[in-house]
């Protein structure tokens, strides 16, 4: 089963709003401080790959960073730059630190799916990105 916690202590080095883990998106949303950053365990989809002396299974699961933000109201005239987007700044540096990384346990490294609008509340925002890991489940060839 893939642990969280690798993916927190990385995150949480960056030096960002501290990275909470969320039991679901409800959770996640429920966060009052913002800005905030939870990761959310999410689906797993299973593949068999070769048998050998037993069946191995492809693990992919669905990691999501849920990233809230307040929302403000922007005064009318020229658009905002990247540098006045709060949420840009947020989402960069934790994407960058996990895509391609190889969390322990994994085969494959972190690959970014995608990243969607998730609430739209009177006072914040929250985004989604979907990030997944895939490992071979049981681990060792020889396991029980």
């Excluded at 939870?38 to 790959?49: A, D, K, N, P």
Aim: glycine residues 6%; proline residues 7%; hydrophobic residues 45%.
């Amino acid at each position: 089963m893939l642990s969280l916690t690798p993916w927190l202590e990385r995150l949480n080095a960056l030096g960002g709003p501290v990275v909470q883990l969320a039991a679901d998106v409800e959770a996640a949303k429920s966060n009052s401080q913002l800005p905030n950053m939870m990761l959310v365990l999410g689906r797993e989809t299973v593949s068999h790959g070769a048998m050998s002396n037993q069946a191995r299974h492809r693990v992919k699961t669905e990691v999501l960073l849920v990233t809230g933000i307040r929302r403000r109201n922007q005064p009318l005239g020229p658009v905002a730059t990247a540098g006045d987007d709060e949420l840009t700044r947020l989402r960069e540096p934790a994407l960058t630190a996990l895509i391609n990384w190889m969390p322990p346990g994994c085969d494959i490294a972190v690959k970014w799916q995608r990243g969607q609008l998730m609430a739209l509340q009177s006072h914040a925002l929250f985004w989604a990105d979907v990030l997944t890991a895939e490992y071979w489940w049981p681990l060792k060839e020889n396991s029980p």
